[in-house]
């Protein structure tokens, strides 16, 4: 019933701009809420997990590359221990937040 309303007030004349005013205004809010607040909460806790990194915690790469931070250097890079031993330098950006933290909960269920 209220889509035959909005259907009859957008086909009569003079009447019709208020209503699509609304609806694009409706449009954008479930947009807001559906597609650029999720994003931004994302970037946030990932930002927030990247400054927590401390020596020592195990961490997977976005290329999947499993290791032990060695060190956190100023220049937004970290030394991460693959292998007793081997080091590789690489960005705190390419960090996985989801797969770290999943990583980490496996370690603390086999305990």
Known sequence: ???LNLVLLQAAPGGGGMVQLLLMGGIIV???LFMIRPQAKKA???KTF???MQKGDRVVTIAGIHGTINKINEDNT???EVSPGSYLKIEKS???MEWS???NKVA???K
Do not use: D, G, P
Request: no cysteine; net charge negative; proline share 0%.
């Open 50 to 52: 990247v400054e927590n």
């Open 101 to 103: 933290v999943a990583l």
């Open 94 to 96: 390419s960090i996985s």
């Open 44 to 46: 946030k806790e990932q």
């Open 1 to 3: 019933m209220v889509t």
């Open 108 to 110: 603390v269920e086999k």
């Open 30 to 32: 479930v947009f807001w």
């Open 78 to 80: 970290i030394q991460l």
